[in-house]
């Protein structure tokens, strides 16, 4: 009777405890999930980052410049993937994409790739002023189009950049007035026994001015204010 007395105490202290502890977890769990979910993934780097269809909303930078919102659809195959290869590059004022394409069957007739993806000046970089695509495939058109603003059902929804059409073994280029992000989209048409292993994407940037110059550009700035100044006072003491 008396361990019966003694039990009953214990059990109540028991259980507020575990109701202290529970209600001192929640805000914890809640907090844990928000610095989980919360957190954004950060981009990598482009060089050798693989399969596009995996790095997520993040995407990759390079040059300055993030490349993300990847797609691949694919008709006409059972199967195709776009890597992004350890040859892509910066050499000067041009970001250079090369992506490597794995499709199944290889080669193939008469069949379809659509590939797209969004190009974003990262902040303080200079803007993309144009673009360059160069096609090794045979028997293989690639049909790109860059947009000012987001693709509609597969139409540039705004203002058209660029519209190129690539013809196997030849690039071509494109200029357009800069512009801090576009969309763009490519057709990548296989006709008769055809195959393409890679491509390369350059993207052009509008040249940043080196400290140097805009040092310069300040002081030849200031030495025209301080000549104004002066022939200004010059002026006023004839006047007087």
Known sequence: MLSRLLDHPRKEVNEAMGRIVAVALVPIIALMGVAVVG???EAISCVGAGDVT???PAGCTQGGLTFSDFSV???GFTGVTIFLSPLSATVGQDVNLNFQ????PSPVSLADILFS???TASGGAAALNGIDLFNPGQNVTIREVACGDPFVNGVCGGTLL???VVGPNSNLAASFDPDSQIFIRKDIQFLNNAFISEFTQSHDLTPVPEPATLVLLGSTLAGLGVFSRRKLRHKQAQDV
């Open 162 to 164: 660029a519209n190129l």
């Open 54 to 56: 995996a790095l997520g």
């Open 101 to 104: 394409v794995a499709h199944d």
């Open 117 to 119: 993806y969004t190009v």
């Open 73 to 75: 659809a694919a008709a």
């Open 39 to 41: 957190t954004p993934a």
